[in-house]
């Protein structure tokens, strides 16, 4: 009998064995590249005044979802909106500053429902360098943005919710401090310091360029700056005056070009909506299932300065995918 003897192992061929071995163990770990769902991308367009509590919103959405690769572009809601209908740009989520936006830019054309979530409100911001920031207060503030020597800021109205609520806000001001052509004189003043988004105007108070700015409390808490609350009756936060707000009207752009409507003051609620353009719906539907719920995302907002609105009333109702309906109610006339 002949017996042949054994192959013998060498080092370099063991090396290589523990390796293939080793890779293999790994790739039986490691999520598949090609076919795991969680291995995407989601774009998300929202409000300017939404980026910082909404970087935070994807970080923690990101410890339970590590490979969906999240792309966040902010911009004036109404910018948003005509980005998804007039350019046909992929959105999986746009968040907006106004409800409204999406009820009367994308419903139903381009998105099939909305979702009320957070409120906000008005607020005159400054630093401690702005001049005459040692004396403003709810009574003297449109005296003190009046003077030659003072400048503010604010959003433009036809691409910014925060634009067309800062003309909202000097209209009740007008009435409410019983000022006759108060408004007209505000509006008229420093037109070269209006800025697409509101929190374009940032950079410009804290160059000491401008003074003070018309701005969302959240935005203001955001970045630390000095904070002017303005009465009730003009600040366009509380729900049990929206017939008050109603009183004053701005007019905007439509949703053709060309056309313009008419926006009457309301008390401020942000919304959310999956556009029907979403290149991901289903990883759309996790993250905003994960941004309105009450022990996830909306804590996080609410911190930030944006009180929670869930669950709220909402007019598109029947059209909301089962997974969110519980972040909402119908809509009674």
Same mark, same amino acid.
């Given at each position: 009998?002949? =017996?042949?003897?054994?192959?013998?192992?060498?080092?370099?061929?063991?090396? !290589?064995?523990?390796?293939?071995?080793?890779?293999?163990?790994?790739?039986?770990?490691?999520?598949?590249?090609?076919?795991?769902?969680?291995?995407?991308?989601?774009? *998300?367009?929202?409000?300017?005044?939404?980026?910082?509590?909404?970087?935070?919103?994807?970080?923690?959405?990101?410890? =339970?979802?590590?490979?969906?690769?999240?792309?966040?572009?902010?911009?004036?809601?109404?910018?948003?909106?005509?980005?998804?209908?007039?350019?046909?740009?992929?959105?999986? #989520?746009?968040?907006?500053?106004?409800? =409204?936006?999406?009820?009367?830019?994308?419903?139903? +054309?381009?998105?099939?429902?909305? *979702? $009320?979530?957070?409120?906000?409100?008005?607020? *005159?911001?400054?630093?401690?360098?702005?001049? @005459?920031?040692? &004396?403003?207060?709810?009574?003297?503030?449109?005296?003190?943005?009046?003077? +030659?020597?003072?400048?503010?800021?604010?959003? &433009?109205?036809?691409?910014?919710?925060?634009?067309?609520?800062? !003309?909202?806000?000097?209209?009740?001001?007008?009435?409410?401090?019983?000022?006759?052509?108060?408004?007209?004189?505000?509006?008229?003043?420093? @037109?070269?310091?209006?800025?697409? $988004? &509101?929190?374009?105007?940032?950079?410009?108070? /804290?160059?000491?360029?401008?003074?003070?700015?018309?701005?969302?409390?959240?935005?203001? #808490?955001?970045?630390?700056? /000095?904070?002017? =609350?303005?009465?009730?009756?003009?600040?366009?936060?509380?729900?049990?005056?929206?017939?008050?707000?109603?009183? #004053?009207?701005?007019?905007?752009?439509? $949703?053709?070009?060309?056309?313009?409507?008419?926006?009457?003051?309301?008390?401020?609620?942000?919304?959310?909506? *999956?556009?029907?353009?979403?290149?991901?719906?289903?990883?759309?539907?996790?993250?905003?299932?994960?941004?309105?719920?009450?022990? $996830?995302?909306?804590?996080?907002?609410?911190?930030?300065?944006?009180?929670?609105?869930?669950?709220?009333?909402?007019?598109?109702?029947?059209?909301?995918?089962?997974?969110?309906?519980?972040?909402? @109610? &119908?809509?009674?006339?």
């Amino acid at each position: 009998m002949i =017996t042949r003897p054994r192959p013998r192992t060498t080092l370099p061929g063991l090396c !290589v064995l523990m390796t293939c071995c080793l890779t293999a163990l790994l790739l039986a770990c490691r999520p598949d590249v090609a076919g795991n769902p969680e291995e995407r991308s989601l774009t *998300i367009f929202h409000a300017g005044s939404l980026t910082v509590p909404m970087k935070d919103v994807v970080a923690a959405f990101r410890l =339970t979802y590590p490979n969906v690769k999240v792309l966040m572009e902010a911009a004036g809601s109404r910018e948003c909106a005509r980005k998804i209908s007039e350019l046909g740009r992929g959105c999986d #989520v746009f968040a907006s500053a106004d409800y =409204t936006v999406i009820n009367t830019l994308l419903v139903p +054309e381009f998105a099939p429902w909305c *979702i $009320k979530f957070a409120g906000n409100e008005m607020v *005159i911001a400054y630093t401690k360098t702005s001049r @005459r920031g040692g &004396e403003i207060n709810r009574e003297n503030w449109p005296a003190i943005l009046l003077d +030659e020597q003072v400048d503010y800021g604010r959003s &433009e109205p036809d691409s910014d919710p925060c634009g067309y609520r800062t !003309v909202l806000t000097i209209k009740l001001a007008e009435a409410y401090y019983e000022r006759e052509g108060l408004a007209a004189a505000l509006l008229a003043k420093n @037109r070269r310091n209006i800025r697409p $988004k &509101e929190t374009d105007l940032l950079a410009l108070l /804290e160059t000491h360029n401008i003074d003070y700015v018309f701005i969302y409390r959240s935005v203001a #808490v955001q970045h630390g700056l /000095e904070i002017l =609350t303005l009465p009730g009756e003009i600040n366009l936060q509380d729900p049990a005056l929206a017939e008050h707000y109603r009183t #004053v009207t701005v007019d905007i752009s439509g $949703k053709n070009p060309g056309e313009t409507v008419t926006k009457a003051g309301e008390p401020m609620v942000y919304g959310v909506t *999956i556009p029907n353009n979403a290149p991901d719906p289903e990883m759309a539907l996790a993250f905003v299932s994960f941004l309105l719920d009450p022990r $996830k995302g909306m804590p996080i907002l609410e911190r930030h300065g944006q009180p929670s609105l869930v669950t709220s009333p909402s007019a598109t109702y029947a059209h909301l995918p089962e997974a969110l309906k519980r972040f909402a @109610r &119908e809509e009674r006339p």
